[in-house]
């Protein structure tokens, strides 16, 4: 049964009637780390209702990618939450910024709710949605610690195996969350 947070995203069409995710749009884990990616992918969660999953329960490149980083804290993909700045699968990159505008009530709102206190940006537009602004230089973002309410905001590279700073540029981030990671 859906609540009604749940409900307002699957009817909202402030960006048209476009693909989203068949199951909740938030993924639960039990560790404090949530990460809030760009926005569905086609070919995975929107068909098979897991985030970072296709429909044959294989984990997608950018799934693997982060298995990895995630090894480095001891945890696993289904230990942590996570969510997306934008509710609906976007295919025009170049309207993901209208797009987090139009479902950051929803992103707030879902932050809100969750018990996770650290919050893993991945990529440039989550990171503008939660800090509240333009980013010019992502970099100088990435691996540094921001507060949001009683929470911390961590900016990461997308993990995607086209971004070059996928592993590499997130590796040294991970290491020093062992620390902060605390399952619960």
């Known amino acids: 049964m859906m609540n009604d947070l749940e409900l307002n995203i699957k009817n909202c069409n402030k960006c048209g ?7 909740n749009s938030l993924k639960n884990g039990n560790s404090n780390i949530l990460i809030v990616g760009e926005s569905p992918a086609k070919d995975g969660w929107l068909k098979s209702g897991r985030a970072f ?5 294989n984990l997608q490149a950018t799934g693997k990618i ?13 230990d942590i939450a996570f969510t997306e700045c934008c509710k609906c699968h976007i295919s025009d990159r ?4 209208d797009c987090s505008n139009n479902c950051k009530e929803y992103l707030f ?11 893993l940006t991945m990529g440039i537009f989550p990171t503008q949605i939660l800090l509240n602004q333009k980013i010019k230089k992502f970099k ?5 610690s921001y507060s949001f309410g009683d929470k911390t905001i961590i900016p990461i590279y997308h993990c995607s195996p086209i971004n070059p700073l996928c592993y590499k540029g997130n590796e040294e981030i991970f290491k020093r969350l062992i ?4 399952q619960k």
């Open 140 to 144: 100088d973002y990435v691996g540094k």
């Open 94 to 97: 170049s309207k993901l910024t």
């Open 66 to 78: 982060l298995v990895k980083l995630l090894n480095l804290i001891n945890l696993s993909i289904d």
């Open 109 to 119: 709102e879902q932050i809100k709710n969750c018990k996770q206190n650290i919050i």
């Open 53 to 57: 999953y296709d429909v044959n329960g």
């Open 179 to 182: 620390k902060d990671v605390i």
């Open 17 to 23: 009637v476009l693909p989203k995710p068949t199951c």
